[in-house]
């Protein structure tokens, strides 16, 4: 029997996140709705030891140090969320100068250095970051899950179009985890 998450990788996108914006609430709410499949995920990707990759904006503090992002983006409102799902030492951890977790990044290296062919894309939000990602993954050929409840926008109309685009244009799978 195949192994069905063979050349798989999993990539959390925006994770660690202070939520200090205007709509910064609703998103909080919403990842706080799909925190226990964030975390399934998780477990899968270390029961399989697939690699798991947080690919996370820089709060203008342009470093890839984990801690001090994760110490940046900490506050009262989040501090259960970043503590839960924030990455391990195992984890590749990256920033990202816009919204793709590719543009200007050493994803595409790195995955194909792994040899990944599949990608499941989680986090957050998902009408823009996840969605721009997805579109250079499917540029670049990769095979994508993006389950529908581990993706999570400010509005969830906007989240429902993003997945829709994903399945329909970029041909992902976007069935739960």
Not at 2 to 14: L, M, R, S
Not at 148 to 166: F, I, R, T, V, W
């Amino acid at each position: 029997m195949e192994n069905q998450y063979a050349g798989t990788a999993i990539i959390f996108i925006d994770l660690i996140n202070d939520f200090q914006f205007d709509g910064g609430d609703k998103l909080r709410s919403h990842t706080e709705e799909i925190l226990p499949n964030l975390l399934k995920l998780r477990h899968i990707a270390e029961t399989h030891q697939l690699p798991i990759i947080y690919v996370n904006d820089h709060y203008h503090l342009w470093t890839s140090d984990i801690p001090s992002i994760v110490q940046h983006c900490t506050n009262e409102k989040n501090h259960h969320i970043i503590k839960q799902i924030k990455p391990s030492a195992n984890d590749y951890f990256f920033i990202k100068p816009q919204h793709s977790a590719f543009f200007q990044t050493p994803l595409k290296a790195l995955l194909d250095e792994l040899r990944i062919t599949k990608i499941i894309l989680a986090g957050i939000a998902g009408d823009i970051c996840v969605l721009f990602t997805a579109k250079d993954a499917y540029m670049y050929n990769f095979t994508m899950h993006i389950p529908k409840n581990c993706m999570a926008s400010e509005e969830k109309d906007g989240n429902d179009y993003a997945l829709y685009l994903m399945k329909s244009v970029m041909k992902a799978d976007i069935a739960p985890i």
